[in-house]
């Protein structure tokens, strides 16, 4: 028997308990163990009947039918009781199955019956049971028809004592008030189940912010929500037969209308953003005003049978999201107008200033050497004095002009394919100056056998004498910067370490910042503009490469450049053409009214 119950569940019976669940799964457990006492009953009140036919007049069908009902019912109840509930729907499935069996091949009269019994079985078994027993469940109607068809050829005769009698009729009457008991439960439950999802959906529709609408395949007006009314100030009926169509903008209009017909005709979901007209629904003396929606157009494919779907649309007032998109517009344009004026006011000074600077540098140099005669000691110490005042004054315009020109974007780079090591003496011989003032040491590490660097030389010089300077202005007296370059995957490793007075976190995350210096303000004890790693992070930014720094306080600080030893991509000039729609005559004739006055002039 064991064996039998087996036979089409598989894996289902052995899943555990915990793993069914949901009120249909309850429901169905607890058919099951109805349907097994209603069996077990029926079966014990059969069995005195079934007794009498038995001894009084030698039929054997009617008890045979009737231990049958009733072990049925107690094995299914058992287990039932034992929680093997696929077990339980089995053996009341087979024991209904054979009960039809028997009554469809005793007697020929009561053959409906039987074969009614039998196909009882993958009904029931189709309400309550799992995985393969519903499909061997038809195979006992097959084998009851065939058996049937058997006995009502005659090809079989069957003794008297077969004789099913009404055994078969009882039979088919308490299998089918147990499939009707199951099929009642089963629908109310759904019933019940369904309703509350619709209601559960309904008042989701009906109360979130947003307004919803279904769209039937013509485009009518199907469903609106009440917070429809909230959004466009007016009653839902004022939406059907074209009412949201006059409410959008003019503007608008080919923009919505697209979306939807791709959302109805395509099967394509858009999400759109249009103006609006928002009435006023409480009545006031106040005017209609156009509002932004969020249109999020969802076709229906499921349900759709045509060439065209019902469409699901969701609408959102996002007018203060546009109306902050708008302020941090403007606030963006301003910043860049502020800034653009800056670089423009720096790149005009700075070229102002370059001249007259060039001829102070250029006449105290000459006063200095004694070319235009010779001096007191006292006036040849002014005019170094003026002239190196001036170099430094030349050096912060030439800084000013390579800023505002790499904030620009006007800074353009000659790449071409050098050794990184050929940057080492040009750029010593540079900070010279400042390394003897304060008798400070610079240490080179260049590994052997560096591959050429594809990058602008003059911008990599620079970079590299700017954060020498850099090191050296913030190293203490007889300190010890170090320059190394290396190899690190596909870059170049620029580094500059010294061991003067470091950065603090907080300092780090700003390096970067034109004008920016680790020690601000009035009181600060080194001169600079802190403009010189900003034009570094501009150039490096330029050939696409890193810049970061790690830094302790009072230890020192390591600033760090990776160039890509292939040099920037290159960005090819953009060739498409845009062709406009409708073409502007009164630009092309002002253009050709202009043409004319130049050939006269």
Partial sequence: MRSLLSLGIGKEIARPVALSGGRPEILRRRIAGTAARVITVAGALALPFS????????????????????????????????????RAVATQIYGMAAIGLLAAITRAPFLDFGIATALMAPIYAAMLAHGGLRKWSWAFVAVTAAASAIVAMQFVTLPAFMDSGYAGIGAFI?????????ATRLGAAFEVQDTSKLNTYRHLVEHVQDAVMRFGEDGE?????????????????????GGLGERIHVLDRP?????????????????IEVRMRKDDLEGSTRAPQFIWVEVAFSPVIENSEGLRHEVVALYRDITGRKDD????????????????????????????????????VGFSEMMSTGIGGELSPTHKEYAELIHQSGHHLLDVVKMLLDMSKI????????????????????????????????????????????????????????????????????SHDYGVVTLSMKRQG???????????IGMAPESIRRLGEPFFQVQDGLARQYEGTGLGLSIVKGLVDLHEGRMHAVSELGVGTTMT?????????????????????????????????????????
């Fill in 51 to 86: 007794l009498y036919m038995l001894v009084g007049r030698g039929v054997l069908v009617p008890f045979i039918v009737a231990m049958a009902g009733l072990l049925t019912g107690i094995m299914s109840l058992a287990l039932h009781q034992r929680e093997q509930y696929d």
């Fill in 174 to 182: 308490v299998s089918g008030m147990l499939v009707g008991y199951a």
């Fill in 221 to 241: 007006v199907l469903f609106t929500s009440q917070s429809a009314e909230r959004l466009f100030g007016c009653r839902r009926y004022e939406l059907s037969r």
């Fill in 255 to 271: 923009v919505y209308l697209t979306a939807f017909a791709d959302a109805n005709r395509d099967g394509e979901a858009r999400t």
């Fill in 325 to 360: 998109e708008d302020v941090m517009k403007a606030a963006r344009q301003a910043a860049e107008d502020a800034s653009n004026a800056k670089s423009r006011f720096l790149a005009t000074i700075g070229h102002e200033l370059r001249t007259p600077l060039n001829a102070i």
């Fill in 407 to 474: 904030e620009a974007g006007k800074f353009e780079l000659q790449t071409d394919a050098f050794a990184p090591d050929d940057l080492v003496a040009p750029s010593l011989q540079m900070v010279g100056s400042l390394t003897k003032a304060r008798n400070i040491t610079v240490r080179t590490e260049i590994a052997p056998k560096m591959p050429l660097l594809t990058a602008d030389e003059r911008a990599c010089r620079q970079i590299v004498i700017n954060l020498l300077s850099n090191a050296i202005k913030f």
């Fill in 490 to 500: 596909e870059n170049i490793n620029i580094s500059v370490r010294d061991n003067g």
């Fill in 561 to 601: 450049v990776l160039l890509p030893v292939n040099g920037p991509a290159i960005k090819l000039p953009e060739t498409a053409s845009v062709t406009p729609i409708r073409r502007d005559t009164s630009a092309q004739q002002t253009s050709v009214w202009q043409d004319e006055r130049k050939r006269r002039a």
